[in-house]
């Protein structure tokens, strides 16, 4: 493979100013993570403590191989919502018994873990990681049910979370849960529906209503221990298949439940078993992406210091240089890449891209998207050379490419080019995000332009003189909208990926990613449909 070159100079006024950018930035995800930890705050952790019981995190600290890494997913889940950052559910993918399983932890210090909109949405997306990836899940339950007042948002859509795990079951994709307190109302069909269930003695509550609801729907007078203890499951109801004495007791059980699972991947093993490491430090992937995203940067500096020994073979390097294409190796295993060199994609770039997706498919190659794009070119030149087409030509190829996608937004992900560059609207794999990065139609000034012209003829076709001093104000609150609502913790409260992550963790989130894909098959498409030309 050809070796690449860097041409960063650490000391350069630029690098040093766009280090700095990146840095504020990551001090902001810091300070999210940290309320996302905190689960309900101190009071109801100490709380919670205070019965003998762990947190999420402790549970899943020693659910998973001692040393192994724990890839948690969504970390920001309702940032900038009326519901604690995290969502009261921790979600990610962990070793148990050397098995990567995808792990759902409901917190039940915010609001008993009840269930709300974002942690449903967390949750689902969990469940289509676990099925699109293969990967047994062991849920860690600890659920008051539904949030009440929420529930016109959560009660239908939220059946599917229990038809997804009986999918899982069906799809010979094991799954596993723990109940280490309260698991009602719709929190009783997670072990209800799952293949292995583990109670503890004394702490496990597992019944579709309480006994304060059951004496108001049939009058019966009865205990929780009568009605839905850990002990009535295992002996009487038979719902437990294990009975625990304690938390601890409860993990063991889990591991080895997953031990006897027999679990084989059924992808490929990385090609190199010791793969080499980059010949850059990841130290300067911080200084690489411009602190203004309309500079464009070369995304071969981000793969020299993601890819093995940054060795990359180069597609078409004459043709559309607008758009990066090329073959490597990550943590071992064969990927094809394609990175946005500078932010437009013009139909040399598009054709380029379908056509080495289709080359990727062939040869059963994982894909990785590094998206900078401000989307397709416009204008009368290339609207008359085909750019519609072209585009469609490369949404195609990726809406049709079956092979593992995982994309990674590194600066901007504007208009179609966000869709041609695989986004969360096109299914891959994983998503994650730079903390610097944003994502929306277009960029604030450019919308807020297209609003001002826009009621600038307006204006002009009803004979009415325009107001300028509104005009200003107008563009200046739509600015402030877009830029809040474009930026990458705004965007993962909302679940548009699987988290912001720090610029120099990528090649490590991808390598676990890319072993994670490979506990199922990895099959390139049969056919791509009509391509216009």
Same mark, same amino acid.
């Given at each position: ?66 040393? /192994? ?17 995290? =969502? ?34 967390? *949750? ?11 990967? !047994? ?12 007042? *929420? ?17 899982? /079951? ?33 702490? #496990? ?63 490929? !093993? ?79 770039? =598009? ?21 900078? *794009? ?26 049709? #490419?079956?092979? !593992? ?22 299914? !891959? ?7 610097? =990065?944003? /994502? ?94």
């Amino acid at each position: 493979m050809s070796t690449l070159d860097s041409a960063i100079d650490p000391s350069a006024a630029g690098y040093v100013a766009n280090r700095a950018a990146l840095l504020d930035r990551l001090a902001e995800l810091d300070a999210a993570l940290d309320r996302a930890r905190a689960g309900g705050g101190d009071t109801y952790v100490a709380r919670h403590h205070a019965r003998g019981k762990m947190l999420p995190r402790e549970r899943i600290e020693l659910l998973v191989d001692a040393d /192994s890494p724990f890839l948690e997913l969504s970390p920001v889940a309702a940032y900038g919502t009326d519901f604690p950052v995290g =969502a009261s559910v921790v979600t990610g993918i962990g070793v148990v018994e050397g098995v990567e399983c995808l792990i759902v932890a409901n917190d039940p210090t915010v609001r008993g873990g009840a269930v709300n909109p974002w942690s449903l949405a967390k *949750t689902r997306r969990a469940g289509e990681i676990a099925l699109a990836n293969r990967l !047994p899940m062991v849920n860690l339950v600890e659920s008051a049910g539904a949030d009440l007042p *929420t529930q016109a948002e959560i009660f239908i859509p939220g059946g599917r979370v229990f038809r997804d795990l009986t999918r899982l /079951s069906a799809a010979g994709i094991p799954t596993v849960s723990v109940v280490f307190g309260n698991a009602t109302a719709g929190g009783a069909y997670v072990p209800g529906m799952s293949d292995h269930v583990i109670m503890i003695r004394d702490r #496990s509550q597992v019944y579709l209503a309480g006994p304060p609801l059951v004496k108001m729907a049939i009058g019966e007078v009865t205990d929780d221990e009568s009605l839905g203890g850990a002990a009535m499951h295992a002996g009487t109801s038979g719902l437990a298949d294990y009975l625990a004495e304690d938390e601890r007791d409860g993990i063991r059980l889990a591991r080895q439940c997953v031990r006897r699972l027999n679990w084989r991947k059924q992808g490929p !093993p990385p090609r190199t078993p010791v793969p080499q490491p980059p010949k850059y430090d990841p130290e300067e992937l911080l200084g690489i992406t411009s602190a203004d995203l309309k500079v464009p940067f070369d995304p071969r500096e981000v793969l020299a210091r993601v890819l093995d020994g940054s060795e990359f073979d180069e597609f078409k390097p004459a043709y559309g240089g607008a758009l990066v294409t090329g073959w490597g190796e990550l943590h071992g295993y064969p990927v094809g890449v394609l990175a946005n060199a500078r932010g437009v994609l013009f139909s040399e770039e =598009a054709q380029k891209a379908a056509q080495f997706i289709q080359l990727a498919n062939a040869a059963d190659t994982p894909l990785i998207f590094l998206q900078n *794009t401000t989307g397709y070119m416009v204008g009368t030149e290339y609207e008359q050379r085909g750019i519609i087409k072209h585009g469609a030509l490369m949404i195609n190829a990726v809406s049709n #490419s079956t092979v !593992p996608h995982l994309t990674v937004n590194l600066g901007a992900s504007y208009g179609a080019g966000n869709y041609g560059m695989c986004g969360r609207a096109y299914e !891959p794999r994983f998503l994650f995000t730079w903390p610097n =990065a944003k /994502s929306a139609v277009m960029g604030p000034a450019q919308l807020a332009g297209v609003l001002s012209i826009v009621a600038r003829q307006a204006a002009a076709a009803r004979g009415r003189d325009y107001d300028e001093e509104s005009d200003a104000a107008m563009r200046m609150m739509v600015e402030q909208q877009i830029e809040s609502q474009s930026g990458a913790l705004f965007l993962s409260g909302r679940l548009y990926d699987d988290g912001v992550i720090d610029p120099r963790d990528t090649r490590t989130v991808l390598g676990l990613c890319l072993s994670a894909i490979h506990n199922g098959p990895v099959k390139g498409a049969d056919g791509f449909g009509v391509f216009r030309m």
